[in-house]
């Protein structure tokens, strides 16, 4: 049968392999998941370019055109250059002060991605992988972070609030002033490893029997031993 369609798969090339050097003058651009991180962009024209999860990080974009573009799930980090009049915080993309309240990030690989003073109030993150990540400053208030993944993550001055942790693997986390007074559960959760708890350890040990001891099928842990755990050896005599 005929193709009624115009795609030619003989010059088709996936979106993420695309690099700057390769965009014509044709628009509008397709460079979804594409690693640009540390490209100078020139003056490129990305207005209504799908930008989706494209690595931005150390990129120059100054001179470029990015009215309209799909910037969702890029990353960016503090040395991301962007137009004068374009914000980077509130284009959906991931990084440093971004504006992300009810994001759907569900089982986003996020490593080791800067998030210093982000805000994401009400974000979907159960699942997500945030290992390494930075979340200093961070507002969570009100986000689902069931099973989410925080080995190593640094969390100092991170705001929890009403956040649901859940079997979420916090082992080795930075919490210093992080404020985990009133997250709405942490049953199953992991701590072990996890510094900086010291002063809302006794007040967390006191959460319902249910949540303490939930067992972590993941971790192999429950909430109650991974934080007693992190008790002194005088605290626990």
């Known amino acids: 049968m005929a193709s009624s369609g115009s795609l030619n798969l003989g010059n088709w090339s996936a979106p993420e392999a695309l690099l700057p050097s390769q965009i014509s003058e044709a628009a509008p651009i397709d460079a979804r998941g594409a690693n640009w991180s540390g490209e100078v962009l020139g003056s490129l024209d990305l207005r209504q370019a799908k930008l989706c999860r494209v690595d931005l990080r150390g990129s120059d974009l100054r001179q470029c055109q990015l009215q309209e573009a799909d910037l969702r799930l890029a990353i960016y980090d503090t040395q ?17 002060g971004a504006k992300l309240n009810g994001a759907f990030l569900n089982n986003a690989d996020l490593r080791g991605i800067d998030l210093r003073g982000a805000v994401l109030m009400g974000a979907y993150l159960s699942g997500t992988d945030l290992s390494g990540a930075r979340l200093d400053g ?100």
């Open 80 to 96: 991301t250059k962007a137009p004068d009049d374009f914000d980077l915080r509130t284009s959906g993309a991931i990084g440093p």
């Open 138 to 237: 961070v507002s969570l208030a009100g986000s689902d972070m069931r099973s989410a993944v925080l080995r190593g993550a640094m969390c100092r001055g991170a705001r929890f609030g009403t956040s649901e942790l859940d079997m979420a693997d916090l082992r080795g986390a930075d919490l210093h002033d992080a404020a985990l007074d009133s997250v709405q559960s942490i049953k199953g959760a992991d701590f072990s490893l996890c510094v900086g708890l010291e002063d809302q350890l006794s007040s967390l040990l006191t959460r319902p029997i249910t949540e303490l001891d939930c067992w972590n099928p993941l971790t192999r842990s429950t909430t109650r031993h991974s934080l007693e755990s992190l008790r002194t050896p005088a605290s626990n005599s």
